[in-house]
């Protein structure tokens, strides 16, 4: 299982304002640091750290626009955490069948 997780983009997503910021880029298509601040409750400077951290796990992309960068979300890194996110849940679908079947026999194995 740990070699299908990447754990640097999975602490990445971990954050609330960093998900709420992957949330505005994808629905707007792209954002620079000043218009993401505008809408969330943290300071421009915030948002730019948290831009670099999504940057350098290759979540977001940022191409030079007069003063400011414009970030994007790269999809096919967004593919690849949300196919990650899918083998860690269907693993752990999995773990709790078998904790259901076993509790299931236990409970038999009583009620005898």
Do not use: C, F
């Amino acid at each position: 299982m740990n070699g299908l997780v990447d754990d640097d983009l999975w602490s990445a997503i971990g954050d609330p304002t960093r998900r709420r910021m992957l949330d505005l880029l994808l629905a707007d298509g792209a954002a620079t640091a000043t218009s993401l601040s505008d809408r969330l409750p943290v300071t421009r400077q915030a948002v730019s750290r948290h831009l670099g951290v999504l940057d350098r796990v290759g979540l977001v992309h940022g191409t030079p626009e007069g003063r400011e960068r414009r970030y994007r979300v790269d999809d096919a890194q967004l593919a690849r955490a949300v196919a990650q996110l899918n083998a860690v849940g269907s693993t752990w679908d999995a773990r709790l069948q078998r904790i259901k079947r076993i509790a299931e026999a236990i409970q038999r194995g009583t009620q005898q």
